[in-house]
């Protein structure tokens, strides 16, 4: 029930993109078109679920032990760096479909916000590995969730006749607000 | 030569290349933070020191480090002026602090300081990079102070903390939608002035 819960509010109420402005970037950058949308989707949850175990594990593991806890920054995204090159050459190796599909959106990860947040998220928490393993699912879902939502509005938009000077990001990102308004309606679900 | 380049240096990254208007990097913290006007500014500190040092730092290795590592490098040094900002704000600002929470060490992935190294500090001379550090700090801290004092005016009808009108704002402005509807306006009148501006002249 506790982990429904967690993937629930993470998905709707507490949408990482929506609502905890983690991961704009992509958000707004490969929205154009919904296979690119789910492409990065894809590689995020795929990438978020593995790192967060990685960084869970360095942070009680190592970090704890040694006292160095004040190092959580520089470890976390050397770890985050590190992780999406092993994960770019293992793909390649192991699934050459799946590297087609996900390949080029994996060295944008290393700099996507969510994944850095939400291994830092786990440990404000005091999650421990199973919760942690189930938010990073949630919130990667989320993610995916948002960004193609938002993707299939934006290829509306192109269509639409809008002002010169509305055209682009002025309207995607007023769009983007409509949908983070009609977020705000799970709120009190859980 | 020199002298006017390094003003130019400085006042790109204010007004041309605003690092939020224009170039609309480092949206994450934009967005997230800018509920009201005094974390506008305190975020916009934080990164500008952040990227005065490392635009600084990288600026001096720059020779050292190997081609092929450079990014990593690069994210080394950065994420190293991240902790010690946090470490500061932690100590000397500890309200400030809990409010930005978890956006202060994101700063490490916040496309404008990695940018900047790349684009610039990896290939000018130490002052000049510091420069356009401070002047895309400053660029930053601006943006996000603008979109803070709009979001608190509609939101909460106060300024920098201080009521204006002893009456409830629209309280839309302050939570996640108001900061997307705010900058794709604010977005939209800049691109209205830009497109107004050679028809007058």
Same mark, same amino acid.
């Given at each position: 029930m506790e982990y429904l819960v967690i993937i629930i509010s993470t998905i709707f109420i507490n949408n990482i993109v929506l609502a905890k402005f983690l991961g704009i970037c992509p958000f707004l950058g490969v929205s154009k078109n919904t296979s690119t949308a789910v492409g990065m989707g894809g590689a995020v949850i795929f990438v978020m679920v593995i790192s967060t175990i990685m960084t869970y594990l360095v942070q009680h593991y190592i970090l704890i032990p040694l006292d160095i806890a004040y190092m959580q920054t520089v470890t976390y995204i050397l770890v985050i760096a590190f992780l999406v090159q092993v994960v770019e050459i293992v793909l390649k190796k192991v699934s050459p479909d799946l590297y087609q599909a996900l390949g080029v959106y994996l060295p944008l990860?290393?700099?996507?916000?969510t994944i850095l947040g939400v291994a830092i998220l786990v440990i404000q928490n005091n999650f421990n590995l199973l919760e942690s393993v189930i938010f990073a699912i949630g919130n990667s879902v989320g993610f995916t969730l948002a960004i193609a939502l938002f993707s299939s509005l934006r290829e509306q938009l192109d269509t639409a006749d809008l002002p010169e000077y509305m055209q682009g990001i002025p309207a995607a990102l007023i769009t983007a607000s409509i949908l983070s308004m009609a977020f705000m309606g799970f709120a009190g679900l859980v | 030569m020199a002298t006017t380049n390094y003003k130019e240096n400085f006042l790109n990254g204010i007004?041309?290349?605003?690092? $939020?208007? $224009?170039? @609309? @990097?480092?949206c994450c913290p934009t967005l997230g933070v800018t509920s009201s006007a005094i974390n506008g500014i305190g975020m916009g500190a934080a990164t500008a020191f952040v990227l005065v040092m490392s635009n600084l730092a990288i600026a001096l290795v720059k020779n050292v480090i190997?081609?092929? $590592?450079r990014i990593p490098a690069f994210i080394v040094i950065i994420a190293a002026f991240v902790t010690v900002v946090q470490l500061l704000m932690e100590a000397y600002t500890p309200a400030l602090n809990e409010q930005l929470g978890l956006f202060i060490p994101l700063i490490v992935v916040n496309c404008i300081v990695l940018g900047r190294a790349e684009a610039f500090a990896s290939r000018n001379t130490v002052f000049a990079s510091m420069l356009d550090g401070l002047g895309m700090g400053i660029g930053f801290t601006l943006a996000l102070t603008l979109l803070g004092t709009i979001r608190e005016l509609l939101g909460s009808l106060s300024v920098f903390g201080v009521k204006l009108v002893d009456a409830d704002g629209m309280l839309v402005f302050i939570l996640a939608p108001g900061a997307f509807i705010t900058l794709g306006f604010i977005i939209a009148v800049m691109t209205w002035l830009k497109k107004r501006k050679p028809a007058h002249s």
């Open positions: 990860i290393t700099t996507n916000c | 007004i041309k290349e605003n690092p $939020v208007f $224009v170039l @609309l @990097l480092g190997p081609d092929k $590592v």
